[in-house]
């Protein structure tokens, strides 16, 4: 999720002053950062984010903060609030097309363990929003839990997954959701049933302004050869279909679940089609792979390319799943 703040683009002295007057107020954030968040929480200046996100593209975060605890959290937030400095809370990284210029504010993790802790509550589980998809579906197998098999292969945090409503295999991350906790922007924490949370189709739009701290997860006693059996099996599957390159996941929602993007993609015969190194993966057509030297702007005129096509020879609107932030 994240927060906003327009900075006005004209005319070039405004926008000088602008960016001086920006540069001001981070060094200010920086500061109250050092002296008001515990010392066991990172902030780092100048963060490049390219080695933050599964695509590996993108220019640096001014800030990059990872709390150690809610109450570190919720300073974070007042003190950005009070500086009027956006922010967006990053996961894993593996939903996101940072652009070239980077993020003008703070880049909040939910790296720090204590937002990443998996037990075993009778037959749920408790995780937090930083805990990774694969240790979660790894740890539920060595407790004997079935219903998370699922994720192994996605590569993101709990946190992402609930935002995207993450899934794979014919199942979704809130189909196991039981409860949810959350934070407001002023932070103000909730915990919720997941009967009242809206859900769809790659989204939980709480989280579009929220953010996400755990749940609480619904599982099942199994066998853990079954278990294991199963995520076998789902882990071929997936590396059958998809390729072995840096990417973001699928690039575009699927426009129906009759037509799948990838499957529209290939028919108008753009596998393989380039943009200096980005390009449409020849193994499964949603994925656009960096194959090395790839910059965001190249990731973006790919995106824009497939998209004037599906319009152009199919009067299909395709919407990106991938989440497009930072400046040019
Ligand atoms: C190789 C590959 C395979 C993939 N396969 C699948 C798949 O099978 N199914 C699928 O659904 N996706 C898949 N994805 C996409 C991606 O892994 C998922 O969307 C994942 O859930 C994103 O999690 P993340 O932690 O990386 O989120 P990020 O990419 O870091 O962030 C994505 C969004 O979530 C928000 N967010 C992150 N953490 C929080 C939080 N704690 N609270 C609120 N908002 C938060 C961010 O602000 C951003 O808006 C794949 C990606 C790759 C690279």
Same mark, same amino acid.
């Given at each position: 999720?994240?927060? *906003?703040?327009?900075?006005?683009?004209?005319?070039?002295?405004?926008?000088?002053?602008?960016?001086?007057?920006?540069?001001?107020?981070?060094?200010? %954030?920086?500061?109250?950062?050092?002296?008001?968040?515990?010392?066991? *929480?990172?902030?780092?200046?100048?963060?490049? %984010?390219?080695?933050?996100?599964?695509?590996? +593209?993108?220019?640096?975060?001014?800030?990059? +903060? &990872?709390?150690?605890?809610?109450?570190?959290?919720?300073? +974070?937030?007042?003190?950005?609030?009070?500086?009027?400095?956006?922010?967006?809370?990053?996961?894993?990284?593996?939903?996101?097309?940072?652009?070239?210029? @980077?993020?003008?504010?703070?880049?909040?993790?939910?790296?720090?363990?204590?937002?990443?802790?998996?037990?075993?509550?009778?037959?749920? %589980?408790?995780?937090?929003? #930083?805990?990774?998809?694969?240790?979660?579906?790894?740890?539920?197998?060595?407790? $004997?839990?079935? @219903?998370? &098999?699922?994720?192994? @292969?996605?590569?993101?945090?709990?946190?992402?997954?609930?935002?995207?409503?993450?899934?794979?295999? #014919?199942?979704?991350?809130?189909?196991?959701?039981?409860?949810?906790?959350?934070?407001?922007?002023?932070?103000?924490?909730?915990?919720?049933?997941?009967?009242?949370?809206?859900?769809?189709?790659?989204?939980?739009?709480?989280?579009?302004?929220?953010?996400?701290? $755990?749940?609480?997860?619904?599982?099942?006693?199994?066998?853990?050869?079954?278990?294991?059996?199963?995520?076998?099996?789902?882990?071929?599957?997936?590396?059958?279909?998809?390729?072995?390159?840096?990417?973001?996941?699928? *690039?575009?929602?699927?426009?129906?679940?009759?037509?799948?993007?990838?499957?529209?993609?290939?028919?108008?015969? %753009?596998?393989?089609?380039?943009?200096?190194?980005?390009?449409?993966?020849?193994?499964?057509?949603?994925?656009?792979?960096?194959?090395?030297?790839?910059?965001?702007?190249?990731?973006?005129?790919?995106?824009?390319?497939?998209?004037?096509?599906?319009?152009?020879?199919?009067?299909?609107?395709? &919407? *990106?799943?991938?989440?497009?932030?930072?400046?040019?």
């Amino acid at each position: 999720m994240k927060s *906003t703040l327009q900075l006005s683009p004209e005319p070039v002295d405004d926008v000088i002053n602008q960016a001086a007057l920006h540069a001001e107020v981070i060094s200010d %954030l920086f500061r109250d950062f050092s002296i008001a968040l515990p010392k066991d *929480t990172l902030v780092h200046r100048d963060e490049p %984010l390219a080695r933050r996100t599964t695509l590996r +593209v993108g220019g640096p975060a001014d800030l990059w +903060v &990872e709390p150690s605890s809610e109450n570190a959290l919720t300073s +974070v937030l007042e003190l950005c609030a009070l500086r009027r400095v956006p922010w967006f809370v990053l996961g894993r990284g593996s939903n996101l097309l940072i652009r070239d210029g @980077g993020f003008r504010g703070v880049v909040i993790s939910l790296a720090h363990g204590h937002f990443s802790r998996i037990e075993r509550v009778e037959d749920r %589980l408790e995780v937090g929003a #930083g805990a990774r998809l694969k240790t979660l579906a790894v740890e539920a197998r060595r407790m $004997g839990l079935t @219903g998370l &098999e699922f994720l192994e @292969g996605i590569p993101g945090s709990v946190g992402g997954a609930l935002r995207m409503n993450a899934g794979a295999m #014919g199942a979704w991350m809130f189909d196991r959701v039981e409860r949810m906790r959350c934070m407001s922007p002023e932070g103000v924490i909730r915990d919720l049933p997941v009967a009242e949370i809206e859900v769809s189709y790659r989204s939980c739009p709480l989280l579009r302004t929220h953010l996400a701290l $755990g749940a609480t997860l619904r599982t099942h006693s199994g066998a853990v050869e079954d278990i294991r059996r199963q995520m076998d099996t789902y882990s071929r599957k997936r590396w059958d279909s998809q390729p072995n390159q840096p990417s973001a996941g699928c *690039t575009f929602k699927n426009p129906s679940p009759e037509l799948p993007a990838g499957r529209l993609i290939d028919e108008l015969g %753009l596998k393989g089609t380039r943009v200096g190194d980005a390009m449409v993966s020849d193994v499964h057509a949603n994925f656009f792979v960096n194959l090395g030297e790839a910059r965001a702007s190249d990731v973006l005129a790919l995106i824009e390319l497939v998209r004037t096509r599906a319009r152009q020879a199919r009067g299909v609107e395709l &919407e *990106t799943e991938v989440e497009i932030l930072g400046e040019d």
